[in-house]
């Protein structure tokens, strides 16, 4: 799949745009009076889901019954199923909410475009490509910066939606991309076929969970990975979707080294009780992580300090724009508790509290559904992360050339903080990706370690 290498999230202009992309791209498939009816009733039981669950009873001042009317009526118009799914996209995507969205049904398809990219700064660079696939053999490279996908300029405001709906709502069979590589004055197009791989026939809640773990934004690593260098010992922690009971073997493996790099850099968040389970590991006494703005009150996220079984070396923690949810909000408790220092780029800026509705076709064989957000999360400091992220103290962005030559200066950055010296060419042979692909055709992106 295309997937921001998650998770994230011109706004409305932006979206109608896409949307009329989409009607004139996606594969055609007839409607009849059945199925515009079936979509129909898809935008209504989506409507009503939101205003029975949604976090903020005032839905952030849209006129709920105005807007979904508005898509009703554009449903009137649509030819295809695709350009129908765009058309309920499109209005949950204009309440500006990184956990507010429509799962259409399963396709049974999962499309692989061969490449990974991330957002640093407001410019998008190739971060891997698959080897052997079409992107690869059109000329596709690591480092190529993305001036346009299909024709639309990213930035990290909109590229979310971009991933949303190319590997959601319209996979595509090819792509095009305007590149820009590294040491080249003129950019160039890339034009290159994507790869579908048939899924299990089963449709049911798992497989739709599934996908909405896809527009995350990457391929997951779900492995934690450990590296000592002199004084300072690197963590790299690719996601909190782990079992918090797992913490705390996992914070014995930093041996009381006297520095540690938290590197939750690609790390698009994951469960509460782990996000909180580190914190008791990390900070020496009890902390309210964060209040939840929701309909009703709520309890707060809160961690408990494992006293003498923390950890009490100095920290750093590196981010980027794919360090989301739990991410950033850990990322943020370091900084307003005066903990570390926080390296890298902004993140994501996608914190909210979320749960999946799952619905079905009045004849209940079509599973489809939303993520619909049931709570803000507000920091100590009175604000919410939400669209915002998380500032670093000290800014570090790769450039295009960095990327193509294995460079790591964020990682440098972090060494060097703790005043031990390493160049960006010796950080980046710490975590590198291999892009593999199993005997089913399953994508895996592993990290090899020195």
């Not at 259409?104 to 891997?128: A, C, H, I």
């Not at 939750?264 to 902390?287: H, M, P, Q, S, W």
């Amino acid at each position: 799949m295309l997937v921001s290498h998650c998770q994230n999230f011109v706004r409305l202009a932006f979206a109608v745009a896409v949307v009329l992309c989409f009607f004139h791209t996606v594969p055609a498939q007839k409607m009849d009076g059945i199925e515009r009816e079936r979509l129909k009733s898809m935008l209504s039981n989506i409507k009503s889901e939101i205003k029975k669950n949604y976090y903020d009873a005032n839905f952030h001042g849209i006129d709920i019954e105005a807007r979904f009317q508005q898509a009703s009526d554009r449903l009137k118009e649509v030819t295809t199923t695709p350009q129908g799914f765009a058309v309920i996209a499109q209005v949950l995507t204009e309440f500006k909410d990184s956990h507010l969205y429509f799962i259409p049904p399963s396709t049974n398809l999962e499309v692989e475009y061969g490449w990974r990219q991330v957002m640093y700064g407001d410019k998008s660079f190739v971060t891997l490509v698959k080897p052997k696939s079409d992107a690869e053999a059109k000329g596709l490279k690591v480092g190529d910066q993305i001036l346009s996908i299909e024709g639309f300029r990213p930035t990290r405001k909109e590229m979310w939606k971009v991933f949303y709906f190319y590997n959601i709502v319209a996979k595509r069979p090819t792509m095009k991309l305007t590149v820009l590589s590294p040491g080249d004055d003129q950019p160039h197009e890339v034009e290159f076929n994507s790869k579908f791989r048939k899924l299990p026939k089963v449709i049911d809640r798992n497989t739709l969970y599934g996908e909405l773990v896809d527009t995350s934004g990457r391929t997951e690593v779900d492995f934690n990975y450990f590296v000592n260098a002199g004084s300072v010992a690197v963590w790299k922690m690719p996601t909190f979707g782990i079992d918090p009971d797992s913490v705390e073997n996992l914070v014995k493996k930093l041996h009381n080294a006297p520095n540690l790099i938290l590197d939750l850099r690609g790390n698009g968040g994951g469960l509460v009780d782990t996000l909180e389970k580190l914190a008791g590991y990390i900070f020496d006494k009890d902390l309210t992580i964060a209040e939840l703005k929701g309909r009703k009150k709520m309890d707060p996220q809160r961690s408990k300090t494992r006293g003498n079984g923390s950890y009490k070396g100095n920290i750093v923690v590196l981010i980027d724009s794919d360090s989301g949810s739990a991410a950033e909000i850990f990322a943020r408790v370091v900084q307003l508790e005066k903990r570390g220092k926080v390296i890298g780029d902004v993140s994501s800026g996608s914190v909210m509290q979320s749960r999946f509705h799952p619905m079905y076709t009045g004849d209940g064989t079509v599973a489809y559904g939303a993520s619909i957000s049931m709570a803000d999360v507000i920091m100590s400091d009175g604000k919410s992360l939400e669209n915002v992220g998380v500032i670093p103290d000290i800014p570090v962005l790769p450039t295009g050339e960095d990327l193509a030559k294995q460079r790591d200066p964020m990682l440098a950055k972090a060494f060097e903080s703790f005043g031990q010296m390493m160049t960006p060419e010796q950080a980046g042979q710490y975590f590198r990706y291999k892009w593999t692909e199993n005997a089913k055709g399953e994508n895996l992106i592993e990290i090899v370690t020195p």
